[in-house]
Each structure stands twice: as C-alpha cells, then as structure tokens.
C-alpha cells in the first residue's frame, strides 16, 4: 500500500431524504444552527446539464424532478437535504441491527438545551440524556428524531475526547 493512501479521508456531507424540503431546511437551519448554502432548488430529470445527467447516473430513467437544498454544520460538513415527490413519505423502520446507516451524530455542549429545542420544533427524544462517566467527566449522549422520524445522535463533546478516554472500559 501507498504510503500516501494511509491517512484518514475527511468526511464530505451527509444525504438526507425527507418529505417536506420547505420544513427540513427550517428545521435543520434554525434548531440545529447549520448554515443555508443553496437555497431549495427544482432538478429536472435531462441530459443536457451536468447535475441532470448526474442525477440520472444515480438515479436511474423516471424519477422525473426532485427538490434539493444544501446546508453546512459549523465545521464546514455538508448536509444535502433532497424531497422526491413520489416517495414514501415515512421514516423507515428503526433497525439498527440491519446493514446500513444507522444515525449520524451532531454535537452540543448544551445537549438539555438542544434536546429541548428538537421536542419543541416536533422531533422526538428516543432515550435519557446519559453520561459516559457519571461524576467523573460531563461527556454525555442522547438519541433523538427529527420532525421527520430520522434518528440521530448528540454528544457533548467530540468523538475523540469521548473515545480516547476508554469509555468502555470504565
């Protein structure tokens, strides 16, 4: 292997389908913070532009047009929110045990305050806020839904501060 290969790729965006475009981007702009880049927006199903041509790669023929609007967390993480007028408009099942995606994770050191800001603009809390180290460190993390029924975690502080200090092994 490349020496040059080894190091860690950095993380893009995250895609997430949700039924409203309109209510996610509100959502997602004034509880969670994160920044509008480009306002929604209608793709058409054509081969004359790139992102129409790309869309088609992915997608396939037939999906005809879909919604599509972008954000940014405050670490620079995008956050690409797309809405398909024929598509089911539930969350899916909550199965962590099956192959895929299961949640992403966002952080807040005023986890209780965002927590409560996810409740009041619809969205659910799914567990107890809990700590990693009860009286000895405040890192603490809670499961939460979206208005939407997407699940995703907070944390107070960041993954490695959380990991590094051997959260498993207390």
Request: charged share 20%.
């Amino acid at each position: 292997m490349n020496e040059t290969s080894r190091y860690p790729k950095s993380f893009s965006h995250i895609g997430i389908t949700v039924p409203d475009l309109q209510k996610a981007v509100k959502f997602y702009s004034e509880v969670m913070g994160w920044y509008i880049i480009m306002e929604p927006a209608i793709i058409q199903e054509e081969k004359e532009t790139a992102i129409g041509q790309m869309c088609i790669d992915v997608f396939g023929e037939g999906w005809g047009s879909f919604e599509i609007a972008h954000l940014s967390t405050s670490d620079g993480i995008g956050i690409e929110l797309f809405s398909f007028p024929n598509a089911k408009t539930t969350a899916p099942e909550f199965n962590p045990f099956n192959t895929g995606l299961f949640h992403f994770c966002v952080q807040d050191p005023d986890i209780e305050g965002l927590v409560n800001k996810i409740v009041a603009a619809g969205g659910k809390q799914r567990m107890p806020i809990r700590s990693y180290y009860p009286n000895e460190k405040p890192y603490k993390m809670c499961y939460v839904e979206d208005p939407f029924g997407i699940v995703f975690e907070v944390y107070t502080h960041s993954y490695e501060l959380t990991y590094s200090s051997g959260a498993y092994t207390k």
